[in-house]
C-alpha cells in the first residue's frame, strides 16, 4: 500500500514540473509507447484492455499503466502535428472534413440534425470549443462519487490541460449584458457550476494551442502501457466456464489499417478487465456487435446473442442548442466557448465570436456554418445535402463584412427528452441509427423558450450595445436566424436546434453497468465514458469525461490492491 501510494505522490509531482504547460512543446510530440496498429503482433496478452483511447481511455490508461500492463486501441490517429487541431482559429476545420481520415466522424440523427463523433487520440477533446467546467456538487453526490477523490482527479486534469482564457471585447459584453438580464451574481474566474454568470476555464493555451486528453498520457508509465493507433475493434470476446455461468470477457479482435486482423486477450487473473471507453454512440454499438443488447435486434443482424440486454443504445440523450447571429457594426474578437451564463431554470447562456468567420473559400466559417453541420435557417429534417451545399455557396458570394459579429446560444440541461440508438450494419466503421427525440418533452421546451428571452435581453443590454447595430432588435435578429418574418419563440427552438456535441447515455449508470461501470451480466467488462450518463455534467461535460477516467483507473487500482492483499 505505501508503495503503490507513494508512486501516485510522485506522479502527480511530476504532473506539475514536468506537465506540457511548462516545458513540453506541442509540435509532433510523439509518445515511444504509441504506434500505429499495422506493427502489433497478430497475438498479445494484458492486464487492461482499454478500447478507445478518447477523453476518458486517455486518463484512464494513464492512470492504470502505473501498476499494470495496459493496451489502448483507438481507431483514429494521433493529434500531434495536426494544425487543424492545435490551432483555435482552425477550429471548424476538423468538423468540416468529412473525409474517412478526419479526426471528425459526421454523422447525421434521425431527428436530422447533423452531428460529428471524435475519432482521434485524445476524442472529443480534440474537436470540441474547449470550455472547461466541473459538474454540479450535486452531480456528484447523486452519481454517488466520493466527492474528495472526485477533486482530487479534477485537479490532476487541471494541471495539464487547463488554461484561463483571455476575456477581451466580446465575451466582456456578452458577460455585463448577464449581469444585466440578470443572471447573477457574479462569480468569476472559477470551474465550479454554481448559478450566476463566471468565466470558465479553456484547454487553449495562452497562444491559442489546444491540449487534449492525450496530453494526459504524459504521467503515463511508458513500460506499462501500449498504445495503437488506427486500431478498430469489432468484437469482444466471450467464454463460459459453465453452461449456466455468467459470461467472462477475455479478449477483443481488431484490425489495422490494412485490414488485418489481430487478437488481444486478458492475462490470466479475475481482476484483469476489459473497458470500454468508445463514446457515447462507439460504447453501445460496440457491446451491441459482441452480443449485449436487445436479442431480437442482434438476431436480425446475425449476430450470436452473449446476453439479452434490451437496455443498450436505450437513454440516447443529446443537449438541444439554439444560437442567435448579431451582425456587429465593429470587429469582434476571434472567442470561442468562455463565460456562462447559468440560470436557475434549466438553460445555460454562452457565446462565440470572430470577424473572420468567412476567412477564405477553403475555410469554414467558425463555430456556426453549414460546413460544419451547424445550419439552422431550415428545419432539422430539411437540411438535405443539397440545403447544405447552397447554403455554403451563398455564404462564399457575401462580403466579410456580413460575417462580422458573434453568436449568443442558449443550451438546456439534462435534457429530459431521450431516444435511442440502435445498429445499421455489423460494420464497427460505420455510425449507427440514433435518435435524440429534441423538445419530445415540453419541460425542455419551455427551457429553450426561456433561455432565449434571456438572450434577447442581452441583445438589448446597454452593456452590449457597441456589438449591435441600433435599427435591429432582438426579435429581428431572431427571426434573421431562423429565416422567417414572423416566428414564435417555440417554434424558434424546434425549427433552429442544433447540437452543441453534448450527447450521451446508451449505456447508462444503472441500466447497463453498475455504480462501479461493471456490466450488468456479465464479468471482466466495464464501460467508463459519457455513455454511462444519464445527465450531461455541468455545462461542457468534457471536464467530468476526463476526471472519471482519472477518477476510476483510481478505484480500479485500489480495488486490485486490496483484493491481492487479501489473497
Request: proline share 5%; net charge neutral; hydrophobic share 35%.
Amino acid at each position: 500500500m505505501g508503495v503503490w501510494f507513494w508512486r501516485l505522490i510522485l506522479l502527480s509531482l511530476a504532473g506539475i514540473i514536468f506537465s506540457p504547460k511548462h516545458c513540453v512543446s506541442q509540435k509532433g510530440r510523439k509518445y515511444k509507447f504509441m504506434q500505429d496498429a499495422t506493427s502489433a503482433p497478430r497475438t498479445s496478452y494484458y492486464d487492461y484492455i482499454i478500447i478507445g483511447g478518447g477523453t476518458a481511455g486517455c486518463p484512464l490508461a494513464a492512470t492504470l499503466s502505473q501498476n499494470h500492463n495496459v493496451l489502448m486501441l483507438e481507431r483514429g490517429g494521433s493529434p500531434y502535428g495536426n494544425p487543424n487541431i492545435t490551432n483555435l482559429s482552425a477550429f471548424g476545420d476538423p468538423l468540416s472534413d468529412t473525409s474517412l481520415s478526419s479526426p471528425a466522424q459526421r454523422f447525421i440523427s434521425e431527428d436530422g440534425v447533423i452531428n460529428s463523433r471524435a475519432r482521434v487520440l485524445g476524442g472529443g477533446s480534440c474537436i470540441n470549443a474547449g470550455f472547461y467546467t466541473r459538474a454540479s456538487r450535486r452531480y456528484v453526490r447523486e452519481t454517488g462519487w466520493e466527492e474528495k477523490l472526485v477533486n482530487e482527479s479534477y485537479k490532476w486534469v487541471e494541471r495539464v490541460v487547463v488554461f484561463r482564457p483571455p476575456v477581451l471585447q466580446f465575451q466582456s459584453a456578452v458577460r455585463d449584458g448577464l449581469l444585466e438580464a440578470g443572471v447573477l451574481p457574479y462569480n468569476g474566474y472559477t470551474f465550479d457550476h454554481i448559478y450566476g454568470t463566471k468565466v470558465g476555464g479553456t484547454i487553449f493555451d495562452q497562444n491559442g494551442h489546444r491540449h487534449t486528453a492525450a496530453d494526459l498520457l504524459e504521467y503515463a508509465n511508458s513500460d506499462g502501457i501500449t498504445l495503437l493507433l488506427h486500431a478498430t475493434v469489432y468484437r469482444i470476446l466471450f467464454t463460459k466456464e459453465r453452461s449456466n455461468s455468467r459470461p467472462v470477457a477475455y479478449g477483443v479482435v481488431f484490425k489495422d489499417a490494412h485490414g488485418l486482423e489481430h487478437r488481444a486477450y486478458l492475462k490470466q487473473g479475475t481482476k484483469s478487465e476489459i473497458i470500454v471507453s468508445a463514446g457515447a454512440l462507439g460504447s453501445p454499438q460496440l457491446l451491441m456487435l459482441s452480443g449485449i443488447g436487445p436479442a431480437h435486434h442482434l438476431r436480425e443482424h446475425n449476430i450470436d446473442v452473449v446476453l439479452d440486454q434490451p437496455l443498450v443504445g436505450r437513454g440516447m440523450k443529446d443537449n438541444p442548442m439554439n444560437a442567435v447571429f448579431i451582425p456587429s457594426p465593429t470587429p469582434t474578437e476571434v472567442s470561442l466557448i468562455q463565460v456562462v451564463g447559468i440560470t436557475n431554470f434549466g438553460s445555460y447562456i454562452e457565446a462565440a465570436s470572430g470577424e473572420n468567420f468567412n476567412c477564405d473559400s477553403q475555410q469554414n466559417f467558425g463555430m456556426f456554418s453549414p460546413k460544419i453541420g451547424q445550419f439552422s435557417k431550415l428545419p432539422p429534417k430539411q437540411r438535405t445535402p443539397e440545403a447544405l451545399a447552397k447554403a455554403i455557396e451563398k455564404m462564399e458570394s457575401l462580403q466579410e463584412e456580413a460575417f462580422q459579429g458573434g453568436f449568443i446560444l442558449e443550451k438546456i440541461n439534462g435534457p429530459i427528452s431521450k431516444g435511442h440508438l440502435e445498429l445499421r450494419n455489423t460494420d464497427p466503421n460505420e455510425n449507427p441509427l440514433v435518435t435524440f427525440n429534441y423538445f419530445q418533452d415540453p419541460r425542455d421546451l419551455e427551457k429553450c423558450i426561456q433561455g432565449i428571452r434571456i438572450i434577447e435581453k442581452i441583445i438589448d443590454s446597454k452593456a452590449f450595445s457597441p456589438f449591435k447595430y441600433n435599427n435591429m432588435s432582438a426579435s429581428s435578429l431572431i427571426n434573421m436566424t431562423a429565416n422567417r418574418t414572423s416566428i414564435s419563440l417555440a417554434q424558434f427552438c424546434r425549427d433552429t436546434v442544433m447540437t452543441i456535441w453534448h450527447y450521451h447515455g446508451g449505456c447508462q449508470v444503472g441500466r447497463v453497468v453498475d455504480r462501479d461501470y461493471k456490466v450488468f451480466g456479465v464479468d471482466a467488462l466495464r464501460v467508463i465514458d459519457g455513455s454511462t450518463f444519464n445527465y450531461s455534467p455541468g455545462t461542457n461535460p468534457q471536464a467530468t469525461v476526463m476526471m472519471l477516467g482519472r477518477y476510476m483507473g483510481v478505484k480500479i487500482l485500489q480495488e486490485r490492491l486490496v483484493a491481492d492483499e487479501t489473497k
